[in-house]
Nanobody, 117 residues
Framework: QVQVVESGGGLVQAGRSLRLSCFVS????????TSWYRQAPGKDRELVAT???????NYADSVKGRFTVSRDDFKNTVYLQMNGLRPEDTAVYYC???????????WGQGTQVTVSS
């Protein structure tokens, strides 16, 4: 029984920073990866960043150099540090946890990030 809960979204001005948190409760078997996705109105959901249990990270080109994904295993939390936010970053940000062994995956309900000009 896995539950994924995002938090930390809000309204910020362009150029500011925000840190999102993804708290994961329950047990996930095997290797896993946690990803941040975002979806803006009228657009497809896109992959923003991923971090594996081994610590490997990947980023979308649009956020490289600005966003950093990290994890705190003691708190069962994955973070997305977003610096230099731009209006085009406005979206609902979702946390996604995926087992690389069983292929089971879990979505959070999302947290709204709005970046004003």
């Amino acid at each position: 029984q896995v539950q994924v809960v995002e938090s930390g979204g809000g309204l910020v001005q362009a150029g500011r920073s925000l840190r999102l948190s993804c708290f994961v409760s329950g047990r996930i078997f095997g290797f896993n990866a946690t990803s941040w996705y975002r979806q803006a109105p009228g657009k497809d959901r896109e992959l923003v960043a991923t971090i594996t249990g081994r610590g490997t990270t990947n980023y979308a080109d649009s956020v490289k150099g600005r966003f950093t994904v990290s994890r705190d295993d003691f708190k069962n939390t994955v973070y997305l540090q977003m610096n230099g936010l731009r209006p085009e970053d406005t979206a609902v940000y979702y946390c996604h946890v995926r087992s690389l062994i069983s292929s089971a995956s879990y979505w959070g309900q999302g947290t709204q990030v709005t970046v004003s000009s």
